[in-house]
């Protein structure tokens, strides 16, 4: 045989060796270890969040919320002692971007949680990896049925209420409201589109005419053009803000005069008017939803509460639809650490989210059950009128399957002191 | 006779070539090629697994990802280094392999049939359905020069993203199709590190790519691409059929990128278009030139670097508090500044890459101690 290679081979079989003794050799150590991201002082927790990219217009500001009221719970003693540090990493809504980002903050900077993850097409990357490693993926920001499967993916729940029961509810209203009119849907080209549109066919049969748009592409023309060639009337719409704006902008271009009705993911009024800038007028009339108390509602105590810390740690950015988001989705999670108990650990918070029972800013119940992972139980409609977003009518509440709309009465909770939640 | 038959073919050498290293030697003296080559893989790919073990999750993805690039860079250095042909559209390439081993691993989910084999069997088809899309890419080709062949491949790879929304009902648009995990086989112990396992399988289509190529750089195919680069109208004049060389090369190095492409996709058990835009074809390009072009070391150069700048921008981010805007505008594009930095200073200071400027630098070193006389 060759010298290079009987020396090749014999160095080979003695690394082989080498690799056989040391393989596996910290693995189980490992494992037995402490909960990632938890100290005596501290939890660390991660999201992904558009920062930049299509979606950013508004969005973006929900992560800033969410940071500046941990910010004021920190300043308040944080929970059982502990702080909470929120790692907010840019996926740019690219779902290429949310699986590489939300591996770093699991695998690198050990988060003990991700919270708000934000986006449909995005979570949905990640939830066979999230599932893996057993981490809580709490109160994912989107309403895609896909976060209530406690039986595929335990550690998944959702918080807004679904696409398909905003669906329902805004199709019954449409019933009501517009008999006899000619009922369209525009929506996002995956399953916030597919889930809305699913909810407002359960109620009002096959709609007249349906598009849909990619959010990397902005060319909303030629759909918009084919919902005025069908003759639509009325247009029910799963967009993202700045989708809510290209699309109302282009239908009044093509002299499209509907009756748009909005999902509340891209229906705040403060996001799309600035979107649409001198043209914002087109938004008057405009039907929207929303299940937390308005920005614009100073009476109300939660509001008022807010706006204390919005002007202390969040000053910069308008107090929108989004910041309200931010803050209340950060509230209920307090709510649930506390729940789990001094003695944190991932099971201890998957236990008790499913136990529910969370009391908030929120206008409808959670349906947080054991075989339930989906959040709010349902939407109240708000109009633009003079340039304010206002709620009108009543609260609705159903669920995604075959169950009736029906209206809730029960008024929300008042804000505890400094709107940090009791223990 | 009055006009050359081959008057229509442009028969200068590439532009390239001025970048290239030096033709290899020809094999050494004594000894088989294959059994060399095989020698290496095996002490590399111990090297590997030996770091492997000692790594945290996070790192070994990192392995994991610098294996999945390499199987493509290798492949596509023997097309453009090599063979003189340059692609703009391997992204794409990279994307139709992806893209296979999701649809074939979701098909055998569906059908309730799991196992390890499936992970080998969808790379598998994965190389198969990218070679042949190569081949139909490379008929184009071995017809079109210069920027007309640039122009092509850059069609193809701005292509993708349109297709998968188009045909939302397979693709599933930019939303993607996620897939199960490939799990470690369960002799390998339950605390086994998932990321490890990820990392072996990566690095296995890696070595298995080095091998090949390695083979195929010092065999007559080999020769024959380097003599159809360097001068068309002699290599014919050789009897090497000029079209059916540069055909196989795109082809062999479609393979390869379908190969990376869809050990990508295992190792993030989902594939979405929004993973391989326009940029990764140009990335792609740039590692390759900038790790030296036609040299399968300078090809593990680039995958380093690939993998490194992926990293960068978050890195920078969270060293340096930046204002918020700033960081923002940096998110999109630090890589592609940096890239491009490294590109003009790699071309300046070290025109033959960076595997060339190592090269020289221990040649130098060698020169300085002379080697003792047996």
Same mark, same amino acid.
């Given at each position: 045989?060759?010298?290079?290679?009987?020396?090749?081979?014999?160095?080979?079989?003695?690394?082989?060796?080498?690799?056989?003794?040391?393989?596996?050799?910290?693995?189980?150590?490992?494992?037995?270890?402490?909960?990632?991201?938890?100290?005596?002082?501290?939890?660390?927790?991660?999201?992904?969040?558009?920062?930049?990219?299509?979606?950013?217009?508004?969005?973006?500001?929900?992560?800033?919320a969410?940071?500046?009221y941990?910010?004021?719970?920190?300043?308040?003693?944080?929970?059982?002692?502990?702080?909470?540090?929120?790692?907010?990493?840019?996926?740019?809504?690219?779902?290429?971007?949310?699986?590489?980002?939300?591996?770093?903050?699991?695998?690198?900077?050990?988060?003990?949680?991700?919270?708000?993850?934000?986006?449909?097409?995005?979570?949905?990357?990640?939830?066979?990896?999230?599932?893996?490693?057993?981490?809580?993926?709490?109160?994912?920001?989107?309403?895609?049925?896909?976060?209530?499967?406690?039986?595929?993916?335990?550690?998944?729940?959702?918080w807004?209420?679904?696409?398909?029961?905003?669906?329902?509810?805004?199709?019954?209203?449409?019933?009501?409201?517009?008999?006899?009119?000619?009922?369209?849907?525009?929506?996002?080209?995956?399953?916030?589109?597919?889930?809305?549109?699913?909810?407002?066919?359960?109620?009002?049969?096959?709609?007249?005419?349906?598009?849909?748009?990619?959010?990397?592409?902005?060319?909303?023309?030629?759909?918009?053009?084919?919902?005025?060639?069908?003759?639509?009337?009325?247009?029910?719409?799963?967009?993202?803000?700045?989708?809510?704006?290209?699309?109302?902008?282009?239908?009044?271009?093509?002299?499209?005069?509907?009756?748009?009705?909005?999902?509340?993911?891209?229906?705040?009024?403060?996001?799309?008017?600035?979107?649409?800038?001198?043209?914002?007028?087109?938004?008057?009339?405009?039907?929207?939803?929303?299940?937390l108390p308005?920005?614009?509602?100073?009476?109300?105590?939660w509001?008022?509460?807010y706006?204390?810390?919005?002007?202390?740690?969040?000053?910069?950015?308008?107090?929108?639809?989004?910041?309200i988001y931010g803050y209340s989705m950060a509230y209920t999670?307090?709510?649930?650490?506390?729940?789990?108990?001094?003695?944190?650990?991932?099971?201890?918070?998957?236990?008790?989210?499913?136990?529910?029972?969370?009391?908030g800013p929120g206008?409808?119940?959670?349906?947080?059950?054991?075989?339930?992972?989906?959040?709010?139980?349902?939407?109240?409609?708000?109009?633009?009128?003079?340039?304010?977003?206002?709620?009108?009518?009543?609260?609705?509440?159903?669920?995604?399957?075959?169950?009736?709309?029906?209206?809730?009465?029960?008024?929300?909770?008042?804000?505890?002191?400094?709107?940090?939640?009791?223990? | 006779?009055?006009?050359?038959?081959?008057?229509?073919?442009?028969?200068?050498?590439?532009?390239?070539?001025?970048?290239?290293?030096?033709?290899?030697?020809?094999?050494?003296?004594?000894?088989?090629?294959?059994?060399?080559?095989?020698?290496?893989?095996?002490?590399?790919?111990?090297?590997?697994?030996?770091?492997?073990?000692?790594?945290?999750?996070?790192?070994?993805?990192?392995?994991?990802?610098?294996?999945?690039?390499?199987?493509?860079?290798?492949?596509?250095?023997?097309?453009?280094?090599?063979?003189?042909?340059?692609?703009?559209?391997?992204?794409?390439?990279?994307?139709?392999?992806?893209?296979?081993?999701?649809?074939?691993?979701?098909?055998?989910?569906?059908?309730?049939?799991?196992?390890?084999?499936?992970?080998?069997?969808?790379?598998?088809?994965?190389?198969?359905?990218?070679?042949?899309?190569?081949?139909?890419?490379?008929?184009?080709?071995?017809?079109?020069?210069?920027?007309?062949?640039?122009?092509?491949?850059?069609?193809?790879?701005?292509?993708?993203?349109?297709?998968?929304?188009?045909?939302?009902?397979?693709?599933?648009?930019?939303?993607?199709?996620?897939?199960?995990?490939?799990?470690?086989?369960?002799?390998?112990?339950?605390?086994?590190?998932?990321?490890?396992?990820?990392?072996?399988?990566?690095?296995?289509?890696?070595?298995?790519?080095?091998?090949?190529?390695?083979?195929?750089?010092?065999?007559?195919?080999?020769?024959?691409?380097?003599?159809?680069?360097?001068?068309?109208?002699?290599?014919?004049?050789?009897?090497?059929?000029?079209?059916?060389?540069?055909?196989?090369?795109?082809?062999?190095?479609?393979?390869?990128?379908?190969?990376?492409?869809?050990?990508?996709?295992?190792?993030?058990?989902?594939?979405?278009?929004?993973?391989?835009?326009?940029?990764?074809?140009?990335?792609?390009?740039?590692?390759?030139?900038?790790?030296?072009? =036609?040299? *399968? %070391?300078? /090809? $593990?150069? #680039?995958?380093? !670097?690939? @993998?490194?700048?992926?990293?960068? &921008?978050?890195? +920078?981010?969270?060293?340096?508090?930046?204002?918020?805007?700033?960081?923002?505008?940096?998110? =999109?594009? *630090? %890589?592609? /500044? $940096?890239? #491009?930095?490294? !590109?003009? @200073?790699?071309?300046?200071?070290? &025109?033959?890459? +960076?595997?060339?400027?190592?090269?020289?630098?221990?040649?130098?070193?060698?020169?300085?101690?002379?080697?003792?006389?047996?």
């Open positions: 045989m060759h010298r290079i290679a009987r020396r090749g081979l014999a160095a080979a079989a003695s690394l082989a060796l080498l690799v056989g003794a040391a393989a596996c050799a910290n693995d189980e150590k490992n494992a037995a270890g402490n909960v990632p991201g938890v100290t005596d002082t501290e939890i660390v927790i991660g999201t992904h969040q558009p920062l930049t990219g299509p979606a950013a217009p508004g969005y973006a500001r929900i992560s800033a969410t940071k500046a941990f910010a004021h719970l920190n300043s308040k003693g944080g929970v059982n002692g502990r702080k909470i540090t929120y790692k907010v990493m840019d996926d740019g809504y690219n779902p290429a971007n949310t699986e590489n980002v939300v591996r770093k903050l699991i695998l690198d900077d050990k988060v003990f949680a991700i919270l708000g993850g934000l986006g449909t097409p995005t979570h949905t990357n990640v939830l066979e990896f999230l599932e893996g490693q057993k981490v809580p993926d709490l109160f994912v920001a989107s309403g895609s049925r896909s976060w209530n499967q406690p039986d595929t993916y335990p550690t998944t729940f959702g807004q209420p679904d696409y398909t029961v905003e669906g329902k509810i805004l199709a019954t209203y449409v019933k009501q409201a517009f008999p006899g009119k000619k009922v369209c849907h525009f929506g996002q080209n995956d399953d916030f589109g597919r889930d809305s549109l699913l909810g407002v066919e359960k109620v009002l049969g096959p709609v007249a005419a349906k598009q849909t748009y990619t959010p990397t592409n902005q060319q909303v023309g030629p759909a918009i053009g084919a919902l005025k060639a069908a003759g639509c009337e009325v247009i029910i719409s799963a967009t993202i803000p700045g989708f809510t704006a290209l699309a109302m902008g282009q239908a009044f271009g093509q002299g499209l005069r509907a009756q748009w009705v909005v999902s509340n993911v891209g229906a705040d009024y403060t996001t799309l008017s600035a979107q649409l800038g001198d043209k914002k007028a087109i938004l008057e009339g405009m039907i929207g939803n929303y299940y308005m920005a614009g509602d100073s009476a109300d105590p509001i008022r509460e706006t204390k810390i919005h002007q202390r740690y969040n000053g910069t950015n308008p107090l929108d639809g989004n910041a999670f307090v709510q649930a650490l506390l729940a789990a108990g001094q003695d944190l650990t991932r099971e201890k918070l998957v236990d008790a989210v499913e136990k529910g029972g969370f009391q206008l409808t119940p959670f349906r947080y059950s054991a075989d339930d992972h989906s959040g709010y139980s349902g939407v109240r409609l708000n109009r633009v009128q003079g340039g304010v977003q206002s709620y009108f009518g009543a609260t609705y509440t159903t669920d995604d399957g075959d169950g009736e709309v029906r209206e809730h009465t029960q008024p929300p909770v008042t804000p505890p002191a400094d709107a940090v939640p009791a223990s | 006779m009055t006009q050359s038959p081959y008057a229509t073919v442009d028969a200068r050498p590439s532009p390239l070539r001025r970048l290239l290293p030096p033709p290899p030697g020809a094999a050494g003296p004594r000894g088989s090629t294959l059994l060399r080559h095989l020698v290496l893989a095996v002490l590399a790919g111990a090297a590997v697994v030996l770091l492997t073990n000692q790594l945290e999750p996070y790192r070994n993805l990192q392995v994991a990802r610098v294996c999945a690039f390499l199987c493509v860079t290798a492949g596509f250095t023997i097309l453009v280094g090599l063979n003189g042909q340059l692609s703009l559209g391997h992204g794409a390439l990279m994307a139709t392999g992806a893209y296979t081993v999701a649809l074939v691993q979701r098909g055998l989910d569906g059908r309730d049939l799991r196992g390890q084999w499936s992970v080998p069997l969808s790379l598998l088809l994965a190389v198969a359905v990218t070679a042949l899309l190569g081949l139909v890419i490379g008929l184009a080709a071995a017809r079109l020069r210069g920027p007309y062949l640039a122009g092509v491949t850059l069609a193809v790879a701005t292509l993708v993203p349109a297709v998968t929304t188009i045909f939302t009902g397979v693709f599933n648009g930019e939303q993607g199709l996620p897939f199960p995990v490939a799990t470690p086989p369960a002799f390998l112990g339950a605390y086994f590190q998932p990321e490890r396992w990820l990392a072996w399988i990566a690095l296995l289509a890696a070595l298995l790519t080095m091998l090949l190529m390695a083979n195929l750089v010092r065999s007559r195919y080999g020769r024959s691409l380097r003599a159809v680069r360097d001068d068309e109208v002699a290599a014919r004049l050789a009897g090497i059929h000029v079209a059916r060389t540069q055909v196989l090369a795109f082809v062999v190095s479609a393979g390869c990128a379908g190969l990376g492409g869809g050990v990508y996709a295992v190792l993030t058990a989902t594939v979405a278009s929004g993973k391989f835009p326009l940029e990764l074809s140009l990335f792609l390009l740039m590692a390759i030139v900038i790790g030296g072009l =036609g040299s *399968l %070391a300078g /090809a $593990v150069w #680039g995958a380093l !670097l690939l @993998v490194a700048l992926q990293d960068l &921008p978050a890195l +920078l981010t969270e060293a340096f508090t930046l204002p918020g805007g700033l960081a923002q505008r940096l998110e =999109g594009n *630090l %890589a592609l /500044a $940096v890239f #491009g930095l490294i !590109l003009i @200073v790699v071309m300046l200071v070290a &025109p033959g890459g +960076l595997q060339d400027a190592v090269r020289k630098a221990t040649a130098r070193l060698g020169r300085r101690r002379p080697r003792p006389s047996r």
